[in-house]
Each structure stands twice: as C-alpha cells, then as structure tokens.
C-alpha cells in the first residue's frame, strides 16, 4: 500500500536528491527517519534537518551513528535546523531518539500512497555508540516492523537497497 526505502543519504545533497526523487514518485504523505554521525561534520546537522523539513511531510529525528557524542546534542542541532524553517513551509517534526523505534513509528504512521524513506545508514550493519558498535540494520528492522503491522514480505532490490550517488563517510 505504500513504498519503504532504505537509503545510504548521509550528506546534506544526497538528502536532498532523495528526497526531491521520491516526491513525484508519491501520491500522499513523505515520512523521513533520518539521523546524523556523531564525530562528523556537526555543522552539516541542522542544514540536514532544514533540508528534510522542507523536503517532507513528517521528519523523525533519530540516533544514526553517535560515536562518541552525546546523542541528545546531535538530535538537537537536526531539530533546531528543522524548527527554523517557518512553519508553513515544513513537514511535522518529531524525535524518537531510538532508532528501531522511530522506523517503527514512521511504518505505523503511514498510509497507502505514502513513501517511507529510512536514511543515513543504508547498507551499514551496526551503530556504533559510545565506541561500541552493536548490530544494527536499517533493512532488517524496516522489514521487521512491516511485519509485526501484517505486511508480507514484499521484493527487494538487487543488493537490497537503492544506492545514493555518494560517496565517502560523513
């Protein structure tokens, strides 16, 4: 009923270009989860919320990969980007700090019509917090929360997942 995406978008462009992909592509709602590194460039943070407030409909702002930052700050500057944006020109925006969560509340959130995008993390197979990196997979936990709501498995992509034309850690 509606399209779920995993995307590698870590980068303030490659958010955008999702984002701006995905739009026509979508008869209702855009639901962004999408966090930022920790031990990255901090000043791209609350550049990446502006982008996906204006981009689009409901932004969760979640953990990515926080390192050795703490978490609440990173979420925090994403939030400030996002809440600068004048309020007739952006989504919704909410922060659900865990991340499995957040995917779970945008999937819980959606309709038929609407795009799930999950970015920031891609392919990737952990998080890593607090210099320990814990099994993590954006896919996996997408697919899981699908099923716990009654969808089936639905196909995936060759390498399952849509690759953003970036490149490089960020």
Same mark, same amino acid.
């Given at each position: /009923? ?6 590698? =978008? !870590?980068?303030?462009? #490659?958010? #955008? ?22 031990? *990255?460039?901090? +000043? ?11 981009? %689009?409909? $409901? ?8 390192? =050795?930052?703490?978490? +609440? %700050?990173?979420?925090? +500057?994403?939030?400030?980007? #996002? ?6 020109? *952006? ?9 499995? +969560? ?5 999937v819980r959130e959606a309709r038929p019509g609407d795009t799930? $995008? ?5 392919h990737e197979t952990g998080q890593e917090i607090a210099g320990?990196? !814990?099994?993590?997979?954006? *896919?996996?936990?997408?697919?899981? %929360? ?5 969808? /089936?498995? #639905?196909?995936?992509? =060759?390498?399952?997942?849509i690759r953003s034309h970036e490149g490089g850690s960020g």
């Amino acid at each position: /009923p509606y399209l779920a995406i995993v995307d590698y =978008s !870590h980068k303030p462009a #490659a958010v #955008a270009g999702a984002l701006q992909a995905l739009r026509p592509l979508t008869r209702g709602r855009l639901l962004v989860v999408l966090g930022c590194g920790g031990d *990255r460039d901090r +000043a791209k943070r609350p550049v990446m919320g502006q982008i996906a407030a204006r981009g %689009a409909d $409901l932004v969760i702002v979640t953990d990515d990969n926080p390192r =050795s930052e703490e978490p +609440a %700050a990173i979420r925090r +500057a994403m939030l400030d980007g #996002a809440l600068a944006v004048p309020r007739g020109e *952006r989504g919704e925006v909410r922060e659900v700090a865990d991340r499995a +969560a957040a995917i779970a509340a945008a999937v819980r959130e959606a309709r038929p019509g609407d795009t799930v $995008l999950v970015a920031g993390k891609g392919h990737e197979t952990g998080q890593e917090i607090a210099g320990t990196v !814990h099994p993590f997979d954006d *896919r996996t936990v997408l697919r899981a %929360a699908l099923r716990a709501l009654g969808f /089936p498995p #639905a196909p995936t992509t =060759s390498g399952d997942e849509i690759r953003s034309h970036e490149g490089g850690s960020g």
